[in-house]
T-cell receptor, first 119, second 112 residues
């Protein structure tokens, strides 16, 4: 158990709908990351938040958005869903920050993932 | 753009044999990670390698990093069935860029 909690574990929804995926990072971790894993694209970085602020952005579609709340949990909102959005969405967390990141050997811990199926 | 290549993509090996998975990356990076993933499951952290020449070992797995060659290896010694999984390497950016770029993964099957 990595300590990163994601809900829901499985989700089936129709095209055009909107869903919200939730993530609670490991206790004390300030950074939260979202990744998408699909058969054709592999593991793709979507977005990172650090202590409530957006830190880095990857290949995240405009239909997708995320935020990190004061209690450090994060939500990934996926809207106007398409069949191609079906994937495993991972949340990850780490305790690293910009100051210590070059010297820290802290790893990035992944949650169990949320399986999204769009039909 | 940072690119990470792993090879082989698929590896089938007999129990008791040794083998190596290779991970090449295209630009300078702060650190390299190895993860294991069982089908449909989460990514389990195996190693974090920080510097040139770094070597880490855990059980039958040993990872090394050559930053000059931009190459990391994951060596499997005397493979056992429990090691069957997909192994990913991932590379971090420089100076606080914490976006991980993952390799394609190596699907390892250990045959009894």
């Amino acid at each position: 158990d990595s300590g990163v909690t994601q809900t829901p574990k499985h989700l089936i929804t129709a095209t055009g709908q909107r869903v919200t995926l939730r993530c609670s990072p490991r206790s004390g971790d300030l950074s939260v990351y979202w990744y998408q894993q699909s058969l054709d694209q592999g593991l793709q970085f979507l977005i990172q938040y650090y202590n409530g602020e957006e830190r880095a952005k990857g290949n995240i579609l405009e239909r997708f958005s995320a935020q990190q709340f004061p209690d450090l949990h994060s939500e990934l909102n996926l809207s106007s869903l398409e069949l191609g959005d079906s994937a495993l969405y991972f949340c990850a967390s780490s305790g690293r920050d910009r100051v210590t990141s070059r010297t820290s050997g802290n790893t990035i811990y992944f949650g169990e993932g949320s399986w999204l199926t769009v039909v | 753009e940072l690119k990470v290549e792993q090879n082989p993509l698929f590896l089938s090996m007999q129990e008791g044999k040794n083998y190596t998975i290779y991970c090449n990356y295209s630009t300078t990076s702060d650190r390299l990670y190895w993860y294991r993933q069982d089908p449909g499951k989460s990514l389990e952290s195996l190693f974090v390698l920080l510097s040139n020449g770094a070597v880490k070992q855990e059980g039958r797995l040993m990872a090394s990093l050559d930053t000059k060659a931009r190459l990391s290896t994951l060596h499997i010694t005397a493979a056992v069935h429990d090691l069957s999984a997909t192994y990913f390497c991932a590379v971090d950016g420089l100076f606080g860029n914490e976006k991980l770029t993952f390799g394609t993964g190596t699907r390892l099957t250990i045959i009894p």
